[in-house]
């Protein structure tokens, strides 16, 4: 079946300006997560979203990051006003659930979106 | 404080060698789930393997071979036979109950290279 797919693959853009990435989960998967690799920080989680629960927005690093998980499936990562230090691939994953009592299912991350921000 | 390290950063084999990735972990809670990925020059992370705090037997599937130790708070993953095909970089990554078990936290890495 297909997988976790996103978009754009690549982005460049200008300092200051706004930018939106997409992620669509795997069909059934109820969990979706966004999670950002940069060479200095690694892997970091940004934020968690389970069904119609509020969600987790613990790992944003500013209040420049925002999400948005439309009818429980496709999600939308935003960046206001980027900044250099945005500059990063953007991986999202989903899995099967993250309900309280069924903890632990792996996740399966998609391709990611290199931002560059010039 | 560092959840989970891989204080390998790199290591070069030759195929057919075997070859060990370390992993050490740090957690409070009792139940929790560790995790192996590998990230292949494509760039895509593919999940390897999942196991919890409470089912301490090793496991292989195929070439590769897990061995988890609560006694010493690792979950090394071994490759037997090494190929080409294994050049990536591998990762470790927990979830622990007090996050839910949503949130993985991430080793570096081990950068792994297979030369022919």
């Known amino acids: 079946g297909a997988g976790v797919s996103q978009s754009p693959s690549n982005k460049v853009t200008e300092k200051g300006k706004d930018v939106e990435l997409r992620c669509d989960p795997i069909?059934?998967?109820?969990?979706l997560y966004w999670y950002r690799q940069s060479l200095g920080q690694g892997l970091e989680f940004l934020i968690y979203?389970?069904?119609?629960?509020?969600?987790?927005k613990s790992g944003l690093p500013s209040d420049r990051f925002s999400a948005e998980r439309t009818g429980g499936s496709v999600s939308t990562l935003t960046i206001q006003r980027t900044q250099q230090e945005d500059s990063a691939v953007y991986l999202c994953?989903?899995?099967?659930?993250?309900?309280?009592?069924?903890?632990?299912?792996?996740?399966?991350f998609g391709p990611g979106t290199r931002l560059t921000v010039t | 404080a560092q959840k989970v390290t891989q204080a390998q950063t790199e290591i070069s084999v030759v195929e057919k060698e075997d070859v060990t990735l370390d992993c050490v972990y740090e957690?409070?809670?009792?139940?929790?789930?560790l995790f192996w990925y590998k990230q292949p020059p494509s760039g895509e992370l593919v999940f390897l393997i999942r196991?919890?705090?409470?089912?301490?037997q090793n496991e292989i599937s195929g070439r590769y071979s897990w061995n988890f130790q609560k006694s010493t708070s690792s979950f090394n993953f071994t490759i037997t036979a090494s190929q080409v095909v294994d050049s990536a970089v591998y990762f470790c990554?927990?979830?622990?109950?007090?996050?839910?078990?949503?949130?993985?936290?991430f080793g570096t890495g081990t950068r792994l290279l297979v030369s022919p």
């Open positions: 957690t409070r809670d009792t139940t929790y789930y």
């Open positions: 069909s059934g998967h109820t969990a």
């Open positions: 994953a989903s899995s099967l659930s993250g309900t309280s009592g069924l903890p632990g299912y792996e996740q399966y």
């Open positions: 979203f389970q069904g119609n629960s509020a969600p987790d």
């Open positions: 196991r919890n705090s409470f089912d301490e």
């Open positions: 990554a927990l979830s622990e109950a007090d996050t839910g078990f949503q949130k993985l936290v």
